[in-house]
């Protein structure tokens, strides 16, 4: 076994160079670091604030130039969390782990544990409030305000985590946050206008109420990327930390 | 000077591949991916950077300000997400794997078959 990995790796070393040559050499072709002039974005940053009233133009084109794509996105996010769900839980076999206790002694940890949920939370909820702003976003938000609720794990223990991030309360801020995506599409097609139209209105360039639909496809991505996160920690902690059944 | 941050997204991906060929766990595995994976970031904002020119976001900026390349940035976004998705699956997998057969060594689990 320890010979054939030894010699992979040494067929792989000419063809690994290879692609790396490949590579510098289709690089060494493209317009030098720092002087592309793309037309998209050139255009896009021109007239996103102007047509979208938006002050975030990656935003913008998230939710809205391109929001038919992550549309999509959203959609590999949901079916692999599920797909995780699914192999996690495919057989009742329990795994040879032992029954860990993982209580946190350190006063100090857990004071300061308690005070980053809260920071970290905020931070997120921050991010995707002000997502089509100033930088940020549902999806970075989501994941800030996931980060935040798992150091609930790490510095109080599993127990106060099980109790906060059980699947049944998780599944339904997942499903509701990718189905508004969904909804918000289906209520400009009814209205007549075109899938996804936002028919609310740009609102106020640099303000909270900027983007119309945009806002609420931005907090309901923001949803299912937090519940989404949360899920597949609590899918890979429970198989290893969880009542067995 | 010129080329460097393409240089270091070629020298990304390849060190990302060469680990994933070599590698003898399906954890260092998904990590692997995530290395090659990576590169692709450093590529497209690579890619989108301009010269003097600020984020492209416009508040407290005036618009006509030079920005970068924002259509790079969010597909970089897309790029994370797809990224985040794909670790999850392969981790699940591992840890399926390895309550079946005991090992997370790729050359073992296929040997195991049949």
């Known amino acids: 076994m320890r010979d054939r990995h030894n010699v992979r790796g040494l067929l792989a070393l000419p063809a690994v160079g290879g692609l790396g040559a490949l590579l510098a050499w289709g690089f060494s072709g ?60 495919g057989d009742n076999e329990q795994p040879t782990m032992l029954q860990r206790t993982d209580r946190v002694h350190s006063d100090a940890i857990r004071f300061f544990g308690v005070t980053m949920i809260g920071v970290g939370v905020l931070v997120g909820l921050w991010l995707a409030a002000f997502g089509l702003v100033t930088p940020g976003g549902g999806f970075q938000g989501g994941v800030a305000i996931a980060s935040g609720i798992v150091v609930l794990f790490l510095s109080i223990g599993y127990p106060a985590w099980s109790k906060l991030a059980r699947e049944e309360a998780l599944d339904p801020f997942e499903g509701i946050g990718a189905g508004t995506y969904v909804a918000v599409g289906l209520a400009a097609l009814i209205s007549g206008a075109p899938f996804l139209h936002n028919l609310l209105g740009p609102g106020t360039p640099g303000t909270l109420w900027s983007g119309g639909s945009m806002a609420i496809i931005n907090w309901g991505v923001a949803m299912e990327v937090a519940a989404a996160n949360l899920l597949l920690y609590s899918e890979f902690l429970q198989r290893y930390l969880g009542p067995k059944e | 000077m010129n080329y460097l941050a393409f240089g270091v997204a070629a020298w990304i991906f390849c060190v990302g591949v060469y680990g994933a060929i070599v590698s003898r766990n399906l954890i260092h595995l998904a990590l692997c991916l995530t290395v090659t994976q990576s590169s692709t970031y450093v590529l497209l904002l690579a890619i989108g950077y301009k010269h003097h020119a600020g984020a492209p976001i416009f508040k407290g900026v005036k618009l006509g300000t030079p920005a970068v390349d924002p259509v790079v940035q969010s597909l970089t976004l897309t790029d994370i997400v797809v990224s985040v998705t794909v670790v999850a699956l392969v981790l699940a997998l591992a840890v399926v794997a390895h309550e079946h057969s005991g090992t997370v060594d790729p050359d073992e689990l296929a040997s195991m078959e049949g």
Do not use: C, K, W
């Open chain 1, 30 to 89: 493209m317009p030098p670091f720092g002087s592309f002039h793309g037309f998209y974005g050139q255009l896009l940053n021109a007239i996103a604030l102007p047509q979208r009233h938006t002050t975030n133009v990656v935003t913008a084109i998230v939710f809205d130039y391109r929001g038919f794509d992550t549309m999509g996105e959203e959609f590999i996010l949901f079916a692999a969390v599920v797909g995780v769900v699914i192999l996690m839980r």
